[in-house]
């Protein structure tokens, strides 16, 4: 297998972006990774892009093609592939490509996320969000997406004593992170008063508890690690990969407060890479909604089961922390357009690794994890990423 | 939901309107909704999986009080949803009805009810299944 490196990063604001389409977002995020890499389009061997549902966001499948066509490739005919996987999406397409260039089939590969979901109302999105739950035994009787996380943070109040403040914290820290992250979708400071009182969505998950509707993409160039070189001196390689999967229902499941597909997806990619979780100075994790951060900090072995409340309380993620989790403001603030948001997270570390996050850099950043969920913790990536 | 064929709800009605599980016969584990192949012991229990009707009782694992609901569920916010574990040990989601929202709690013991759960409007099908409700209010009533 070969070693496999991150060359290039390329972002797109995140936001209620009215004035963008689908085809110009994720060409506009290809196009700046390209740049940002130093390579020509013509030496591009093959695209992974992931989308969760643009065939209801934006009435349009077939995006892999899409993708090629619109960013100037489809003339030299190279594979486009279009991976689903909820909210995963992202994270799965950059797994896949990893695996491509690792076994040798391809060499220079690009990866793009994407979601443009305010095409549709708002009411229609929180639908199209609830296909990643199983439609027949838990949306067919009413639950949203945000009620599964909302009943797993019942369900860990109860167990461990979380407390309703330490939900909001979690938003709270992550909204003030995304003030110093100028592709954020909000640029604005709440107090665990405004989660708290916040209209109710599904108890006892608030407004503020909730990442938004978001438009954007995300792109990320990679190569074998013997030929990055010829591009850059700014290497990051990928030290481990992981993914694994769950029951797709939440009531599935013994434990309602562990994402199992996050615990053997790390524990993978830990193991590959030959580190601990404590070895991690940067982490970018999928908090979708409050009490999702508070679990993947779980269940990534940061923190022991059961305490990821008290670690936000007492400032252990902060950007000054011992881990600092979620420095691009993660998806409460940074944004979630859904398939750009696990290929987003590793453009956030890779950027942290090559010590160019602006005013929101983590200080001597060399080792960094991103773990993205698909529904409610149904499909889980994690990378991790080293600084060469 | 919308546009569907009615033979996607048709086809589901034994599970939703009586609790119809499979049991698997090489080790007894019971499954709801039906499944096909036992996870546990895989090609063994092909053939070897038993339909079961389940009691309906249960108790509350966790539970929400949905108040931003999708489309079709708009008239009826605030609705309480929960994950019920019942007697036989499977789990399932779907509403708490005939109580006060605020009385709900982590092991309460509610019973399966046959409800109206979504239509497809005024000239489209009306969707029935399972909800529950607690027991004690039940038993009051008697």
């Not at chain 1, 013994?254 to 590959?272: G, H, L, N, P, W």
């Not at chain 2, 070897?48 to 009826?76: A, C, D």
Request: net charge neutral; charged share 25%; glycine share 10%.
């Amino acid at each position: 297998m070969r070693e496999v490196a991150i060359i290039g990063v390329g972002l797109t604001k995140f936001g209620e972006l009215w004035d963008k389409s689908f085809r110009q977002l994720i060409t506009e995020a290809g196009t700046k990774a390209i740049l940002d890499a130093g390579i020509k389009g013509s030496e591009i061997d093959a695209l992974y892009v992931g989308s969760m549902s643009p065939g209801r966001f934006v009435g349009q499948e077939h995006v892999g093609a899409l993708v090629a066509d619109s960013s100037g490739l489809s003339v030299m005919h190279i594979p486009a592939t279009r991976i689903e996987s909820a909210c995963a999406s992202g994270g799965m397409a950059l797994r896949h490509a990893y695996i491509a260039v690792a076994a040798g089939i391809h060499d220079i590969v690009i990866v793009g996320g994407v979601e443009k979901m305010t095409d549709v109302v708002g009411s229609e999105a929180t639908n199209i969000l609830a296909m990643a739950a199983d439609q027949e035994w838990e949306a067919f009787f009413g639950v949203t997406f945000p009620a599964l996380y909302a009943m797993i943070a019942r369900r860990h109040m109860y167990e461990y004593g979380t407390t309703r403040e330490q939900l909001a914290m979690v938003a709270v820290k992550n909204h003030e992170n995304a003030l110093l992250n100028p592709n954020a979708q909000f640029h604005r400071k709440i107090t665990v008063e405004d989660v708290i009182n916040s209209p109710p969505v599904a108890t006892p998950l608030n407004l503020l508890d909730c990442s938004p509707i978001s438009d954007g993409a995300a792109a990320l160039v990679l190569c074998p690690l013997e030929k990055a070189k010829e591009y850059t001196d700014k290497i990051v390689k990928i030290i481990g990969s992981g993914q694994a999967t769950d029951s797709l229902a939440l009531h599935g499941r013994e434990d309602i407060c562990t994402f199992m597909s996050t615990v053997k997806a790390s524990r993978e990619a830990y193991k590959q890479a030959g580190i601990q979780p404590k070895d991690v100075d940067v982490a970018e994790v999928h908090d979708c909604f409050t009490i999702a951060e508070i679990l993947a900090i779980e269940d990534l072995g940061f923190v022991k089961k059961g305490e990821g409340g008290k670690a936000v309380e007492e400032g252990l993620t902060a950007r000054d922390g011992e881990i600092p989790v979620n420095p691009s403001g993660g998806l409460k603030a940074k944004g979630h357009p859904v398939g750009a948001t696990g290929v987003a997270q590793v453009a956030e570390i890779v950027l942290q690794l090559r010590g160019e996050a602006g005013k929101r850099q983590i200080p001597d950043a060399r080792i960094g994890l991103a773990h993205n969920i698909g529904g409610s913790g149904a499909s889980c990536t994690v990378h991790i990423l080293e600084a060469v | 939901m919308g546009g569907e064929a009615v033979s996607r709800f048709w086809r589901e009605i034994p599970q939703r309107y009586n609790l119809i599980g499979t049991k698997c016969k090489v080790c007894n584990r019971i499954y709801f909704p039906q499944r096909e192949v036992c996870p546990f012991c895989r090609r063994k229990s092909i053939g070897k999986m038993e339909e079961v009707k389940l009691s309906g009782r249960g108790k509350v694992i966790t539970y929400t009080i949905i108040h931003v609901p999708p489309r079709k569920f708009e008239g009826q916010v605030p609705y309480a949803v929960a994950v019920v574990e019942l007697e036989e040990g499977v789990r399932v989601t779907s509403q708490i009805v005939d109580c006060d929202l605020d009385k709900i709690k982590i092991g309460m013991e509610v019973e399966a009810t046959f409800r109206r759960i979504q239509d497809d409007g005024w000239t489209g099908a009306i969707y029935y299944g399972y909800k529950f409700r607690p027991v004690e209010k039940h038993e009051d009533k008697k």
